[in-house]
């Protein structure tokens, strides 16, 4: 069986290019398979996870066809929104690197990604109402917290197809980039976030995520686990040795 997934490990990070070209990358079950054995891969090795899509296109939504046959029960599943979920929850950051159109599905697995980088020729929103459902797998929640209420109604209940400029203007993609650059500029962002602390990175990742009654306490046990690491001596010393050469 073809897989619908390209997958380039690195040491600190891997590159999953969503390869169903024939269907515009449309999320079927296999696709959230592979993407469930991913997960599995970094929550036992954390690293950075890029997501990008093929020929042009992110993720154009779910499988249609697959969608329309599915009923109660498979809704009750949370077939893609556990796995978004579970994306968001990885250890380490998550960059959806976004070309062309992420609709439905596909824009609520950007949603759960940390960071979202597009191209000039983006398109981004949920047209789920119009096709008599709605978007189950995170985007009512998610893009309130994103771009605020009015904003998100406008998308999840007017069926606003949002341009890449537009993305831009509310935050929901942080820069643009020509298609042919748009995966360096992923990697460049990995770098920028490779060049911090892993575990500072990891443990920061979770408290920002914490539900706000668990703050501060939260906040002060992370950071006690923080100070007794080896990375925290190691980098302030460097720090001060470059401080006082200077």
């Known amino acids: 069986m073809a897989s619908a997934l390209r997958i380039t490990d690195g040491d600190d990070r891997v590159v ?33 996870l890029i997501l990008i899509g093929s020929d042009g296109v992110f993720a154009s939504g779910a499988d249609i066809a697959e969608l329309r046959e599915r009923r109660r029960d498979d809704a009750l599943a949370g077939i893609n929104s556990t796995l978004f979920a579970r994306i968001a929850a990885l250890p380490l950051p998550v960059i959806a690197a976004l070309d062309g159109h992420a609709l439905g599905g596909g824009a609520e697995l950007a949603f759960a990604a940390d960071f979202r980088l597009g191209t000039p020729r983006l398109r981004l929103g949920n047209p789920e109402t119009g096709l008599g459902i709605l978007p189950a797998a995170g985007a009512t929640w998610r893009l309130k917290e994103l771009v605020g209420e009015p904003f998100a109604k406008e998308i999840l209940l007017a069926g606003r197809i949002l ?69 925290k001596f190691d980098r302030m010393q460097r720090f001060l040795d470059r401080k006082k050469s200077s």
């Open 16 to 48: 999953v290019e969503l390869h169903r070209p024939e269907v515009r990358n449309a999320i079927d079950r296999q696709m959230v398979d592979e993407l469930h054995a991913v997960c599995a891969s970094l929550e036992q090795a954390p690293r950075i």
């Open 163 to 231: 341009s890449a400029g537009e993305a831009l203007d509310v935050r929901l993609v942080s820069s643009l980039h020509e298609p042919e650059d748009l995966l360096a500029a992923a990697h460049d962002l990995a770098d920028r976030i490779g060049r911090q602390d892993p575990l500072a990175v990891r443990i920061t990742k979770s408290v920002f995520h914490a539900p706000r009654d668990a703050h501060p306490v939260i906040d002060q046990l992370a950071q006690a686990v923080l100070f007794e690491s080896e990375a």
